[in-house]
């Protein structure tokens, strides 16, 4: 499985790169607008900075909603670095569009995803990620975990390409589910993937074990 950080902070990007578990990036207008990051021409010399960063893919979200919009804003974001991926909403336009970048060699991430109907259309456009909100459905009282598994269960029953990757995830339990559940990445912020590391028992016997090196060597 991949781990994608979802934020546009470079501080909170370098430090999962150091960590050495980071395959790329997502934003959306949301998080750029929380760095302060307005006007197209930031975010795309935002986007540059990030792609100087990091190696893997870097999801870069379209504003636009109708097709021809869609589709000049894309080519516009693939433009930056080579790893860029245009993110399209699931919305009509935007499936034309995933297939429009799908023929011409650019890759997507179709997001707000909150069905597996929506999932067949966007991996039948030929979406190279494809981003089931997990902690969005959560919130609406239904089971994101379990949208990822239908997901992974339909895309391994009819071998769709399409990855499924988990987003909208608040917490380090959702990245182990979603890894349990068939998901290709998880998408997440810095504190979950630093989540992961916790457990109460680590530390205890990591004390001890200094404490009785630190004994052995006192002798
Ligand atoms: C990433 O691709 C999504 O835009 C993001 O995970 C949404 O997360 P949120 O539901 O916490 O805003």
């Known amino acids: 499985m991949k781990f994608f950080i979802d934020t546009a902070n470079l501080d909170d ?25 307005t006007g197209t021409a ?14 893997g893919d870097v999801s870069a979200e379209v504003i636009s909603t109708d097709y021809k919009g ?5 080519k516009k974001l693939a433009k930056i670095a080579p790893n860029i991926v245009v993110k399209v909403p699931m919305i009509r ?15 997507t991430n179709c997001t707000l995803v909150f069905s597996a109907g929506q999932a067949i259309l966007a991996a039948k456009a030929g979406a190279t990620y494809l981003s089931p ?5 959560d919130d609406t009282n239904w089971d994101g975990i379990q949208l990822i598994e239908t997901i992974a269960d339909i895309f391994e029953i009819q071998q ?28 997440c912020p810095l504190k979950s ?16 074990f200094l404490a009785d090196y630190e004994k052995g060597n006192k002798k």
Do not use: Q, W
């Open 13 to 37: 990007i370098k430090e999962a790169k150091d960590l050495g578990i980071l395959d790329g990036v997502t934003t959306n207008p949301s998080l750029m607008a929380k760095e302060g990051i």
């Open 42 to 55: 930031k975010i795309n010399k935002h986007y540059a900075k990030i792609c100087e960063i990091v190696e």
């Open 70 to 74: 869609i589709v000049a804003e894309g």
């Open 93 to 107: 336009d935007g499936v034309k569009a995933i297939r429009y970048f799908t023929d011409n060699g650019i890759k």
């Open 133 to 137: 909100f997990i902690g969005r459905v």
């Open 160 to 187: 769709f390409e399409t990855e499924i990757l988990a987003a909208s995830i608040r917490n380090s339990k959702a990245i182990v589910e979603s890894a349990l559940a068939g998901a290709d990445i998880v998408t």
């Open 193 to 208: 993937i630093l989540g992961l590391l916790n457990h109460p028992l680590t530390d205890i016997g990591l004390a001890k």
